[in-house]
DNA sequence: ACAGTATTTAGCCATTTAACTAATTAGAGT
DNA sequence: ACTCTAATTAGTTAAATGGCTAAATACTGT
């Protein structure tokens, strides 16, 4: 599991909902496609980038492709965001928001 | 909190390696910088790109400026991504289901 | 006011991404 | 074999990203 893979897998919108859609249950690219407003080609170039962070797989069933989450994956790369980004050692510093000389990003143009 | 420009600021591994550093306690933008084999600006942008995610604020301190993790939108951002991603719904996949007219087709990207 | 240090902004270039249309592949039915 | 449908691949284009050097900004100390 390429953490960096999955990362760039997830930022896109579209992307995020077909994961969103494909946990509730399998959808054949035509019907996930119908869902956006994009072309089937992009359509599918967005079920590639899933498919090479191996978030989702595919069956052929006839001439349609089904595809499905990779639950599996999904729950290893959460993991993986659970310890880049959760629980431990923050007790080091405080969080001085309010502090005087903090500088806020809507301060930044005076 | 917008998740976008959260995963978009997570999909670079040197921010990724700012946050865990952070998280650690607070840095210099430039004990930051000297971390990595990129230019000062180079690196300037990746922390703009995390502040403007808000996973960081910057401080101040003389002709320094110090770099914090801001633990309370990570910890945010953890959850928005467990919500996505994590438990919840993970059907057997047993029968695909036809599942017509969940999200409009106006949902789309940002 | 001037010089020095830390950091960001500006401007530029190469690479990647996301979108499109057109063409191709794969399977089903006639 | 031919045709229809489903989906992908090919090829193009525009915009975004990530890097650089040079210049500007912000403060400190003299």
Redesign the interface.
Known sequence: MQ??TV??A?????R??I???L??????AG?LAA????SKPTMSTHFAALKEADLIYSKREGVTI?Y?AN?TV??E??GS??E???A???T??S???N?E?????SEKSS
């Open positions: 953490i960096n990362l760039k997830l930022s896109h919108p579209i995020r909902d994961i969103t859609r946990k509730l249950g399998p959808l054949t019907k869902e956006y407003d994009v089904t499905y639950l999904i729950e790369a959460l965001l659970m880049l980004m959760g431990g050692n923050e080091t510093h969080h001085p928001s502090r000389g903090f500088i806020s990003k």
